[in-house]
């Protein structure tokens, strides 16, 4: 079994440290709820590495937003809800249509340059949305400048303390309420840390898998941390491979944006043939779950490990300026996107699912908060509509600190942990055991799955739990149990649900099922799994 705590500590032994809020990660998530707290509380940020280290800083394409006079809240809102195969929540797809014009203003006010076209916000149109309704800046750099403005603004912030290369080992709980956290320093050091609301910004899971397009510090923590806590978690089986990712020997698995096929780049196999119309009849603009399997079964046909992004057709001037960065890291390796047709492949890139929220950000443990890619609030279903990722950060990230503000009190700290007294250390290498973990995902729990696979996946992971029972003491070790805390439940998710939709495809039961599975599968530590219906409205 999982345990409550990672570490054997004594609460009253420990330095202690109070705060109003406490918000773990800093992507745009964490950095846009410590602004708005800051207004009338103390926040103290904590991240694991840099500030600027996050999925944000690498997100490419754009943040949707209903923003062209053309557009509407309700084009968004089908747009949203197909792409979620049927288990979107209504009402958080509401929120996000409703409130997102508004937080891409609040992001414009607080330095986001996004850029002009004649003077107005230029609109670029991405797959599976309807119409062109996407904000980016530096062409394809949208991510780092949003990070860049808001960083700016947290670093001279006067109620904002950031702790840079902290760890947070667990969330500190007491009579069913989270009051703070247990957090390593980069001494080794460790400190509780006391507040009367913690926000998990914590992002995603990509490192999970062998290829991902997410940085070193995507290992799930926040979902890991938050289930040893007793909040639930949902919808884990459901996992976004970006479709193309570069496929390239010794380049890293570097996004593509979907903006590119936005564009107009087409998908062509290794023999040169554009294949996507056998599959959907928009083509390149698909949702993702669909155009990552297509190119998956075209590699199969054709016995190749990738196949081609091709967008020659346009000017080289075009895609210079429109995909700067793309641009110049495909020339490091010796490929020209003017020129070339640039091989790719899917990549772990996003999770649907996450720790279960209402439509203000609140978990189901009082006094915790999940904002961004850590989150499951309803808004992506099964499959994630691309560019709504940042629209969902900052939309419920307004709501959450509503929430946190009104919270004046703390839940008192407990006067002793869980305590196991573990002594035996971690014997085998972690760096083994971390990719081990990650083949097993990719065989098992990737873009195609099925019954034996996933039995034999989740057996292989269960090996690996006598280092609950270890003593952990490296941050690399409390990592790699946060990934398999993780990779656990996604394993299983994936083998309870026995249907195909969205971003989870089971090649034994490849139909999706309303009349049996329209439903989440939730995970609890206390409860056990649980099974939710889905309401239309």
């Known amino acids: 079994m999982i345990p409550r705590y990672l570490m054997d500590v004594d609460v009253n032994q420990l330095p202690r440290v109070e705060t109003d809020v406490i918000i773990i990660g800093a992507g745009i998530a964490g950095l846009f709820a410590a602004i708005k707290a800051a207004k009338e509380r103390k926040v103290l940020m904590i991240t694991k590495k840099a500030l600027t280290e996050s999925n944000t800083r690498y997100a490419q394409g754009g943040i949707a937003a209903v923003i062209s006079d053309e557009d509407s809240f309700a084009y968004h809102r089908q747009d949203t809800l197909i792409a979620g195969a049927g288990l979107c929540d209504h009402a958080a797809v509401d929120v996000l249509v409703q409130e997102g014009p508004e937080g891409v203003r609040d992001l414009i006010k607080l330095g986001t340059q996004f850029d002009l076209e004649n003077g107005e916000l230029a609109l670029t149109q991405e797959g599976a949305h309807s119409m062109r309704r996407i904000l980016h800046a530096h062409g394809d750099a949208t991510g780092a400048e949003i990070v860049r403005a808001l960083s700016e603004k947290a670093l001279k912030h006067p109620n904002i303390e950031i ?63 938050a289930y040893r806590a007793g909040a639930s978690v949902r919808d884990v089986e459901f996992i976004q491979f970006h479709p193309t990712s570069l496929c390239y020997p010794g380049a890293p698995r570097f996004l593509i944006s979907e903006a590119v096929r936005g564009e107009g780049a087409v998908l062509r196999n290794i023999r040169g043939e554009r294949f996507m119309e056998k599959y959907h009849p928009q083509l390149e603009l698909a949702p993702r779950d669909i155009v990552a ?87 992506h279903g099964a499959n994630r509509l691309a560019s ?11 709501r959450i600190v509503g929430k946190v503000l009104q919270l004046r009190d703390k839940a008192s700290l407990p006067q002793e942990l869980e305590n196991l007294q573990r002594k035996e250390p971690v014997h085998q290498a972690i760096v083994e055991k971390r990719l081990k973990l990650q083949k097993i995902l990719v065989r098992y ?84 799994v649980i099974e939710e219906r889905i309401s239309d409205v």
């Not at 490091?332 to 950000?361: K, S």
């Not at 799955?449 to 409390?478: H, V």
């Open 163 to 225: 702790w840079h290369d902290h760890f947070v080992v667990d969330l500190i709980t007491n009579q069913g309420e989270c009051c703070g956290a247990l957090v390593i320093k980069p001494s080794g050091e460790k400190v509780i840390v006391h507040g009367s609301a913690t926000v998990l910004c914590s992002g995603g899971a990509g490192q999970l898998y062998r290829y991902t397009t997410n940085p070193d510090v995507a290992t799930s923590d926040g979902m890991a941390i």
């Open 293 to 379: 399997r297509a190119i998956v079964s075209e590699m199969e046909l054709t016995k190749s490990t990738f196949v081609y992004l091709d967008i020659t057709h346009e000017s080289a001037e075009m895609v210079k300026n429109r995909f700067p960065t793309i641009y110049e890291t495909c020339m490091q390796f010796g490929l020209d996107l003017a020129t070339d047709w640039i091989p790719v492949a899917p990549a772990a890139h996003y999770m649907m699912g996450g720790v279960e929220t209402d439509l203000f950000g609140e978990t189901t443990l009082k006094r915790l908060f999940a904002c961004g890619e850590v989150s499951s609030t309803g808004v």
């Open 388 to 398: 709504n990722s940042l629209s969902e950060a900052i939309v419920f990230g307004r």
């Open 445 to 528: 729990a990737g873009l195609k799955r099925n019954a034996k696979g996933l039995q034999k996946g989740y057996e292989e992971l269960k090996r690996q739990m006598p280092i609950f029972d270890s003593a952990l003491t490296k941050r690399e070790e409390l990592e790699f149990a946060n990934m398999l805390t993780c990779a656990l439940l996604i394993t299983r998710a994936a083998e309870i649900r026995e249907e195909s939709r969205g971003g989870h495809y089971r090649d034994d039961f490849p139909e999706r099922d309303d009349l049996v599975w329209r439903k989440h599968v939730v995970f609890n530590r206390e409860k056990g």
